[in-house]
T-cell receptor, first 114, second 113 residues
Framework: DAKTTQPTSMDCAEGRAANLPCNHS???????VYWYRQIHSQGPQYIIH???NNETNEMASLIITEDRKSSTLILPHATLRDTAVYYC???????????????FGTGTKLQVIP | GAGVSQSPSNKVTEKGKDVELRCDPI?????LYWYRQSLGQGLEFLIY????????KSGLPSDRFSAERTGGSVSTLTIQRTQQEDSAVYLC???????????FGSGTRLTVV
């Protein structure tokens, strides 16, 4: 019962920006949006997270809509090594302490094309 | 250690045997998660430990699956009477209570023959 929906697959030309969308229309006020990626046969890797403001780090940018019902992960200059499955998840803090459990959806398979 | 360590990295077992999978989380991480990923599938949540709270076992697929976390650190996932459908990569992740996200281990590839 993942709380997010993502396209199954996307292609992106090498060197161009990859924009990966995610819908999370049932997100609640204390839930953050997290992005992970999984390169074939490796464990998932954390990319970025945010609550309501746009975020940027050395890997990517995260754009969250004002109503927080959707977000976009942007890889500014995709390389062949960015070919992976990208997972968008929402995760909140429980009143009892600690973070909610998370269920991953099937993610978006991004193929970067030379 | 610097990351989440899982052992063994690969395990082949006969149908009906019991297996134990181990996870050493990052020191100081209070939350620990087990997931599994079947070939070509997304991540399936199994169980979640948070500090001293009772674990969330809602993702365990059957009573053949159990997990423990001793001393708030190392965790063991046990699968009894393994079946072929248990074949998958079992991933462990940990996070700080107020951390930026999970850190995943490299997983244990379980093959039941």
């Amino acid at each position: 019962d993942a709380k997010t929906t993502q396209p199954t697959s996307m292609d992106c030309a090498e060197g161009r920006a990859a924009n990966l969308p995610c819908n999370h229309s049932t997100i609640s006020g204390n839930e953050y949006v997290y992005w992970y990626r999984q390169i074939h046969s490796q464990g998932p890797q954390y990319i970025i997270h945010g609550l309501k403001n746009n975020e940027t780090n050395e890997m990517a940018s995260l754009i969250i809509t004002e109503d927080r019902k959707s977000s976009t992960l942007i890889l500014p200059h995709a390389t062949l090594r960015d070919t992976a499955v990208y997972y968008c998840i929402v995760r909140g803090y429980m009143n009892s302490g600690g973070y909610q459990k998370v269920t991953f959806g099937t993610g978006t398979k991004l193929q970067v094309i030379p | 250690g610097a990351g989440v360590s899982q052992s063994p990295s690969n395990k082949v077992t006969e149908k009906g045997k019991d297996v134990e999978l181990r996870c050493d989380p990052i020191s100081g991480h209070t939350a620990l998660y087990w997931y599994r990923q079947s070939l070509g599938q997304g991540l399936e949540f199994l169980i979640y430990f948070q500090g001293n709270s009772a674990p969330d076992k809602s993702g365990l697929p059957s009573d053949r699956f159990s997990a423990e976390r001793t001393g708030g650190s190392v965790s063991t996932l046990t699968i009894q009477r393994t079946q072929q459908e248990d074949s998958a990569v079992y991933l462990c992740a940990s996070s700080l209570k107020a951390g930026a996200g999970y850190t995943f281990g490299s997983g244990t590839r379980l093959t039941v023959v």
